[in-house]
């Protein structure tokens, strides 16, 4: 049988999803770091611009920037930060541009607002461009201020970030691991003492699980326990009738023995008893089957079915090849769409004794019927044979009895399928017959899982 540890399962699904949880986060973390450095990014390249609206001015016939951007990076070539204006005369940009110019929207500027775009830049593959078109001088027509970043600063930021976030959240995995391998020590120790405890069992039969135990394991050592009690309580009572049952044989065995000493000796009617004792011991060991038979019917779990004609048929065929069912007509007059819940095993034990009954004790005609009665079902076996009076059938049913010593297991016949029935919550009753002999009727009031066939 493959095992399993859920001390690792626990940690796996917990490790698993906490894993989960924290790479999300890291996404999620670095997406919005990303996002914050780009409007961080547009508010700075928004306060540059600005800056160099205020210092745009009349120059001559046109339109030039008398008081450019302080941020020294402007005055340096390539630098990475880059201003222009492009106005109908020509076009103004920073001396960090120089001999390069940023490309123009390729729509018409005529914007009110201010808007950002990515674009290749002038001395990097990537910028991010702030631009708006203006009329800072009236008459003089429309200009276009861009304020230009390289991308590269701003990818090189969130690529940091993201590499000691995730360093951080790794760390922070660790722990938690750590964490939920105490939290899981924790909470499964009382399983771990419940499994110190079972194993206690095997060295004493009387220890019982302690009490001493949270409320999501108290049922299951209920359980424990009160199994062990049954079990207690099945060997005790294996344990007394292997006992029953040596006393019973030891009579009979005796007499066996004595018998053979006759027989030997040439004794007349040494044979006869010889019969007795063998029919004693072998009424006595049946008895024991019978009893265990019951037993385990009784104690057998539900969910099982089988129709009883189909099983009178099984049993018809036998009968019909002895010596005795060869002269006797057998009718199944069954419904073949009734179930019973019991096993087909444990129908035959309990429909064979009482069909080779009928069969032996018939002069002609044997008859099984039945069927669903109301919330009742029943299956009635009749003969036609001598039958028996009131006070017989009574005494029929009890255990051992026999009625005809000269023919093995009447008696016995009748009171096992008295115990079958009994065990499976039916009842078994003793009548006249319709058509002359013995009728045995058996009951059963509401089977749980009898039901009519599909």
Known sequence: MKRYSLHVRLLVGGGAAML?????????????????????????????????V??????????????????????????????QVV????????????????????RRWQSNDWSIRPDHGPFEPHVYVLERAIAPLEGQGAVLVQ???????IHAARIEFSQELFAFLALLWLLLMAAAWVQVRLGLAPLFRLRHEVLALKASPQARLSGQ?????????????????????????????????????????????AQRRLLGEGVAGAGEGFDRALASAEASVEAELARALSALVRHAGSGRAARPASVCDRLTAVLERTEK????????????????PLSEEDLTELLGPLLDNAVKFARHRVRASGGRSGHA????????G?????????????????LDERGPGYGLGLAIARDLAEATGGTITLERASIGGLSVRLRWSDPGQSVKGR
């Not at 009690?229 to 005796?254: F, G, I, S, W, Y």
């Not at 001598?386 to 026999?402: C, D, I």
Request: avoid cysteine; aromatic fraction near 4%.
């Open 213 to 257: 135990h949270p409320r999501e394991v108290a049922p299951l050592v209920e359980a424990i326990n009160a199994l062990i009690e049954v079990r207690d309580a099945d060997v005790r009572r294996a344990r007394q009738r292997a006992a029953d049952l040596a006393h019973a044989l030891k009579t009979p065995l005796a007499a066996l023995a």
């Open 325 to 340: 069912g060869m002269r006797v007509v057998i009718d199944n007059d069954l419904d073949p769409d009734l179930m019973l």
């Open 20 to 52: 989960l949880a924290l790479l999300l986060a890291w996404f999620a973390m670095s997406a919005l770091f990303a996002h914050h450095l780009e409007r961080r990014a547009e508010s700075e390249l928004k306060r540059h611009a600005l800056q160099l």
């Open 147 to 153: 304020v230009a970043e390289e991308e590269g600063s």
């Open 54 to 83: 205020a210092g745009l001015g009349a120059e001559g016939k046109g339109i030039g920037v008398l008081s450019p951007p302080v941020d020294p990076r402007f005055a340096i070539p390539g630098s990475g930060l880059y201003w």
């Open 377 to 384: 079902v029943e299956i009635v076996i009749d003969d036609d």
């Open 386 to 402: 001598p039958g028996l009076g009131a006070e017989a059938a009574a005494h029929a049913v009890a255990r051992g009895t026999r």
């Open 87 to 106: 106005t109908p005369r020509g076009i103004i940009r920073s001396r960090s541009l120089w001999d390069q110019s940023l490309r123009e929207p390729r």
